[in-house]
């Protein structure tokens, strides 16, 4: 049973287009994230959710939206995709709001053409 | 700010050769360290981790000790196995929403 899962693994679409990514986790924690890792395996946060309210804001466009329905599930939702937010997106959650471990996601690879 | 720097990759070592990959970073106060590994299609996973100055983190043969006077977290393994071959990303993070500053991320390649 994966702890921490995505969809889609793999995403391709055309400029302009709204896309969202779903991440759940099954691992009772309190605290999820979204990291982009661009195409030089840069790693950055991006967001960070604690029992569905949001903690952490990167200075991230507001084109990307995330949505916590519940605390097992952080989506995010890209609208007016640019040739730039081409990456791979990670999900995460963790135990704790301050940081334990991290659990990752196995990324989702967004190509935006 | 707060950032982390990792040598440049790819490194490529022989099967039981030794391994450094050296990590530097520039914090104020007092972060906590980890190591993460990336192997191939998967995300990243926690190797060891380090919460204070001269503390030791290990895992799997793995080991990296937390050097606060040279702000450096270099992780080292005595003798390499071919499984080993990943990306090793050094990072650091405060007690602060769980935000982790990554390095840039160095790939290994172990060859037979």
């Known amino acids: 049973d994966t702890a921490v899962s995505q969809t889609p693994k793999y995403l391709v679409t055309q400029m302009g287009n709204d896309k969202s990514i779903k991440c759940e986790q099954n691992l009772g924690h309190d605290t999820m994230y979204w990291y982009k890792q661009d195409s030089k395996k840069f790693l950055k946060i991006m967001f960070s959710?604690?029992?569905?309210?949001?903690?952490i804001n990167e200075t991230v466009p507001n084109r990307f939206s995330p949505k916590s329905p519940d605390k097992a599930h952080l989506n995010l939702h890209i609208n007016s995709l640019e040739l730039g937010d081409s990456a791979v997106y990670f999900c995460a959650s963790s135990q704790d709001v301050g940081f334990g471990e991290l659990f990752f996601g196995e990324g989702s690879r967004l190509t935006v053409l | 700010g707060n950032s982390v720097t990792q040598m440049e990759g790819p490194v490529t070592l022989s099967e039981e050769a030794f391994l450094t990959i050296n990590c530097t970073y520039t914090a104020t106060g007092y972060p906590s360290l980890f190591w993460y590994v990336q192997y191939p299609g998967e995300g990243l996973q926690l190797l060891l981790k380090?919460?204070?100055?001269?503390d030791k983190g290990s895992n799997k043969g793995f080991e990296a000790t937390y050097r606060k006077e040279t702000t450096s977290f270099h992780l080292e393994k005595g003798s390499v196995q071919v499984s080993d071959s990943a990306v090793y990303f050094c990072a650091l993070g405060y007690n602060q929403g769980g935000k982790l500053i990554f390095g840039q991320g160095t790939e290994l390649s172990v060859k037979p």
């Open positions: 959710y604690n029992n569905k309210e949001l903690i």
């Open positions: 380090a919460t204070k100055a001269d």
